[in-house]
């Protein structure tokens, strides 16, 4: 496999481990001295970006195209906040290449990535929402991070909704013939809003639906949403932070008959390739 160029060795190991990872290999890789270890899981990121079409092309499977993932729980487990714009790259990949690195459960593994290595970079992170280009799988773990530091940290709920607030009003101005005209994203700003019970906001949700600029497909319409604020508890909206072992657990855990079926067709590869290659002898 393509690999590229690190200074530890011990971190090669990521590319042949699924989430069955031993935890001792991840131990030993949180030892390493943490300038040249994020130096190097920055580039391994790197790699899964400019290298997309050369993995894609080797069927891998999905042990074998664990490790950006890896790379990136390492990165959050480690507080790294100056690797958050390679996250971001990462996750401003096409929708194929994010589904090809990790199913179709991005927000799901990366959100906790973002919240991390994000929550102190707020207007950053506002800008890249408001630059137009992203995915709605990207806006969706970028808004859910955001969100659950309301949650999480009581005390920048104020903060949180001021920065809800800007979104929406750069929204209320785009006009329909501007070329990044916000109209799917609306939809994921509704629905990120849910995610910490922004009551809030509800006066400004409903000027947007009133503008009809909300993408109804994404979130619902206006009595959707005020039923969910109206009927949810506040520990409902409430995310789970997991450390980078409890995240390995739980993913093995929800996903367990997914990975099962990936185990049995990783066996029936090796088995192939024996084969083709007791044949070939």
Not at 42 to 49: C, F, L, M, Q, R
Not at 110 to 121: A, D, H, I, P
Not at 224 to 241: P, V, W
Not at 245 to 265: A, G, Q, S, T, V
Request: with cysteine; glycine share 2%; net charge neutral.
């Amino acid at each position: 496999m393509n690999k590229v160029s690190l200074t530890h060795p011990q971190l090669y190991s990521l590319y042949s481990n699924g989430m069955r990872i031993d935890r001792k290999i991840i131990e030993e890789i949180l030892e390493l001295p943490r300038e040249t270890l994020v130096n190097d899981l920055e580039a391994i990121v790197k790699a899964s970006i400019d290298n997309y079409d050369y993995y894609k092309s080797q069927n891998l499977s999905l042990s074998k195209r664990s490790f950006p993932i890896h790379a990136f729980f390492i990165l959050s487990e480690l507080k790294s906040e100056s690797s958050l714009y390679t996250v971001l790259a990462f996750l401003s990949q096409s929708k194929d290449a994010l589904e090809f690195w990790c199913g179709k459960y991005t927000k799901e593994l990366l959100w906790e990535v973002v919240y991390n290595l994000g929550s102190n970079s707020l207007e950053f992170l506002k800008k890249y929402i408001l630059n137009g280009i992203n995915n709605i799988e990207t806006n969706r773990a970028i808004l859910k991070a955001v969100s659950q530091i309301a949650v999480h940290q009581p005390r920048r709920r104020d903060e949180v909704i001021k920065w809800y607030k800007e979104i929406i009003y750069y929204i209320m101005q785009a006009r329909y013939d501007d070329y990044h005209y916000p109209f799917a994203l609306t939809g994921t700003v509704v629905s990120g809003i849910l995610d910490f019970k922004g009551v809030e906001l509800c006066n400004e949700v409903r000027i947007l639906y009133d503008m009809n600029k909300v993408n109804k497909l994404i979130c619902g319409d206006m009595e959707d949403f005020t039923t969910e604020l109206r009927t949810e508890l506040q520990r409902d909206f409430k995310s789970r932070l997991y450390n980078i072992y409890e995240r390995y657990e739980f993913i093995l855990n929800d996903r367990e008959y997914y990975y099962k079926m990936e185990d049995l067709k990783e066996l029936k590869e090796d088995s192939k390739k024996k084969t083709n290659q007791h044949q070939k002898n």
